[in-house]
């Protein structure tokens, strides 16, 4: 098999073209469930060599998305989410050899035990199968997605944005590369070979080839996909977190979080978006916080009562307390205590990552035992929700769901289970 | 709150109506995640009693519900499983006694590690929120899945058939009474007070009140839960089990495996509907088999090489290799050898359990790795798949999805967790 190419639409029966890739990735899970950690090791290296040789290449089909992505009117933080530079580059043959140099989940054992009718029963980890991953216009997700699906066991069905279908083509040819050379089935990622949009409404249909879709993106790209899969999905929500300063908080170290929180990087989704402080500390807290998210370039909408504090705060309407800004952008609102923080989080939490600054332990638990997030913790940067923060190595993204694995979803996270049970002859009373 | 009536179709605003009941379940399991060990099992031992004290009342309702649908003419398994009598009402109760006998998960802690940064994680153990349940004609459903629920700090909201409607509503008030002796929200376990069928398509999309629906019946329900819900769905598929007789079977392991696998009982979902059989002992273990199936009724549908071994063996169709029988009836195949069996049910199968029968520790070896279920037996029943024989307790089903937990699913399997994070003010260089 070749590389597929990108058909136009026209020239392609969508329905069919997206079965004979199903048979494809059905054979190469298979394979790649029984795959040997070294070639699966040998395949993120060479493929991240791959990446490093044909940078020439990546860069120049990067070129030419992002021409078209700017003659199309696309700027900000798209355009730079889109667009890759020689330090991108290595970063992403880096991340291919971190995902090698992390311990294979398959065949671990996670648990046995003894029946008193002599049959032994033990829980053994083993890849999902197939995984559909959709995806939006950062190009690099074709490497992360690829090379933790390949590290642990499982085949990939990428679907990328059409703004940087061509990158994403390039860097997918480098993984191919890869898995050639170490052996391995080169079906065991493979792209969609057509950016008509049908092809999604297919692949959220293919029960028989696609055993788990991970849709990494936007909200509307999520929603849709959870409306519309008939395939179990694990999904990457937003990030609508929210830093809590309780009137038991320091305020040097509520200035230094609520700043590292909202201003370190806003366009990730462990950014903060909201700020809940204390009435009993507003007096003394939010104007030195505000101060230093204004000086940055912040813009800070609030509240009647956080307007009453500083002039330079201006009004936020409803909307802002259900925004993920991903932009220099902070709601703030002043609550009652603990209960008006946790209280309006439920409310409009989506459930990622949320944190307490106080220095008063019980206040703090009730925060962690009560907020409802897949991520809760104290006295620290909402920033640091991420699977390589957590040790837990590269990530796919971070799972707002209930099932299976809320957080940060790695190589360890990409595998499921079954039981596998030793007898000796016996039947059932 | 009393306990909801049963209203007719007509004098209720179904859409209205769920998500009072939804808002009302929200509650609950906020105070149900918080509720200690102690007050959950104190309300599992008094339903237990109660239902032991209204013995009376719940067989009269079973008695309408029993002869309601003898007129609509239902019959056979159907009739079996919605009957109640003295011994199933001494077994429900025992059975919310024993889960109440299990160890509490909440609050388990999962893992402890800590960062370079001196960041504190942890993963604890938490329930999953409000569980939607639609079940069939079981009434006894009612008190194993209220009480799975309860027990693990969930709010259920239940929707059984229709057919055992006044026995479930029985079962339901003893439940109610079980919350409500031990200071428990009465509204921890819910029934959809209407049967009209709109109600279920409501359910499907109450993302904001209901975190993960557990459909339990036949196919025609799971493939319309999988097909509708909009909310993440933990599915018990129907058990299209396979008993494999390998060329270094035992005839007599072989024999009494087979049998116990298809005839203990015929209507559970571990029991085994096809018999492949290597054709390598197919002159000397089939006909043996056979005869003890035959002679206890067992119908056996098999193919050519099937029948030219014994001919009380009728042809068998396609779509018996693809038919949860649940009856005396097996689909017998012959296949060559353990790569026949692993490609007839890669093919086949339902991922729920498959057992080889062998002496050959590396053809069983191979059975185990290589089959895609979620239980694989090596000389053992199929009818061991069931939560209780593996020492995991009661159990609402066996899922045989890939996401969360695969397998029999108990009072663990119905918890999720999240991240704790313990910070001293660290920020994210």
Redo the contacts between chains.
Sequence with gaps: MSVPSIASDTDIDVQSAMTELGERARAAA?AMA?ASTDAKNAALRAAAAVIRANSADILAANAQDVAAAKQRGVKGSFLDRLMLDDKRIESMAKGLEDVAALADPVGDVLGE?D?PNG?K?SRIRVP??VIGIIYESRPNVTADAGGLCLKSGNAAILRGGTESALTSRAIHTALVEGLKAAGLPEAAIQMVPTQDRAAVGVMLRMVDYI??IVPRGGRGLIERV??ES?I???AHLEGLCHVYVDRGA?LD?AR??T???KM?RTGICGATETLLIDKAVVNTHLEPIIDDLIKAGCEVRGDEAAQAIDDRVVPADDADWDTEFLDAIIAVKVVDGVDGAIDHIAHHNSRHTESIVTEDSATAERF???V??????????T??ADGG???MGAEIGIST????S??PVGVEQLT?????????????P
Excluded at 373 to 381: G, P
Excluded at 401 to 404: E, F
């Design positions: 298979q029984r035990w029946r049959l029963i999902l199968g055993d788990v959870q409306q008939q179990q999905v694990l320091d170290m230094q979080i700043f590292n929180a370190r962690l035992n009560e409802d997030s897949v991520i809760v913790m104290h006295n620290a940067s920033q640091f923060e957590f040790g769901g209930k099932l299976h809320p957080g499921t289970f079954k039981y596998v049970v030793r007898g000796t002859g016996q039947t059932r």
